[in-house]
């Protein structure tokens, strides 16, 4: 792939985290977060929804990297 398409991929992808990361941060209280053994989750606020951006960024840039792939001719 070359850097246009690429360009394709990102840009939209980081604005799909930047409104999905909106989202987390409307409903989702960092503080009431919990382990799945009842502990509570250790770090800032800030840590939370920096890795949920990091991480619907990576996984919509898979998305659409794969479709970009699987269109190719």
Known sequence: MNVRQ????AWPTFLTA?????????MVDPGD??????????GSRQMVYTVAFFVFWAVTALSGALSVWLARD
């Open 6 to 9: 690429w360009m394709g991929i």
């Open 33 to 42: 977060l919990h382990w799945l053994g009842g502990q509570p989750l250790e």
């Open 18 to 26: 930047a409104l999905l990361e909106m989202l987390v941060f409307a």
